[in-house]
């Protein structure tokens, strides 16, 4: 079936520096990416939804400068937490949506950011 | 605004006999719902997808129902197993993909 792959698993980074995560559909062009976040106990929360070569489209309360989303190819796309802080930490998942995947979302396997 | 409401406490049941988990919204019915399982520290994995036409659907050990009057969808799990021990989501498409997530039950099966 259809992969999408996460990197890094995890990250620990310093307050104020940022952290950029990848998301990578690997046997199907992604029309579409989709990022979430989610903390301990609680659902994922859409974050943002991009698709490939135009502008991420971010849901309310997202702060799009602090989380800047690329999605430069119909196989990539990337986040990256700016001057992040101890509360950016949380588990960051992104799914991806596809011709080549029978319209179906798959999910990556998550990223794991830690702010010190 | 559409809300999901899933059991968020454990439950726990003997090997070998059926979990029911369910799952309720409080808004409009949505064209589809979706079952996932998550693994502690990993990505949601896709199980299986109901339409709001369909009232049941199965897939080996799994079955899920889907109610638009009671605006409630239950899955089962027959023959229940220890490696079925995961936290299970239900999601809703909010429209063009973009779900929204229950908080997700926690499934513990016991040998």
């Known amino acids: 079936g259809a992969v999408v792959s996460q990197h890094p698993s995890w990250v620990i980074c310093k307050s104020g520096t940022s952290v950029k995560i990848e998301c990578r559909s690997l046997?199907?062009?992604?029309?579409?990416m989709f990022w979430y976040r989610q903390f301990p106990k609680q659902s994922l929360m859409l974050m943002a939804t991009?698709?490939?070569?135009?502008?991420?489209?971010?849901e309310q309360g997202v702060e799009k400068d602090k989380f800047l989303i690329n999605h430069a190819s119909l196989t990539l796309s990337t986040l990256t937490v700016t001057s992040a802080h101890p509360e950016d930490s949380s588990f960051y998942i992104c799914s991806a949506r596809g011709q080549g995947a029978g319209n179906t979302i798959y999910f990556g396997e998550g990223s794991w950011l830690t702010v010190v | 605004s559409q809300k999901i409401e899933q059991n968020s406490e454990a439950l726990n049941i003997q090997e070998g006999k059926t979990a029911t988990l369910t799952c309720n919204y409080t808004n409009y019915s949505p064209a589809y719902l979706q079952w996932y399982r998550q693994d502690p520290g990993r990505g949601p994995v896709f199980l299986l997808l109901?339409?709001?036409?369909?009232k049941e659907k199965r897939k080996e050990r799994l079955k899920v129902t889907f109610d638009t009057t009671l605006k409630q969808s239950l899955f089962h799990i027959t023959a229940s197993q220890p490696a079925d021990s995961a936290t299970y989501l239900c999601a809703l498409d909010r429209g063009t993909y973009k779900y929204i997530f229950g908080t997700g039950t926690r499934l513990k099966v016991l040998a």
């Open positions: 109901i339409r709001e036409n369909e």
């Open positions: 991009s698709n490939e070569g135009s502008k991420a489209t971010y």
């Open positions: 046997d199907f062009q992604a029309t579409t």
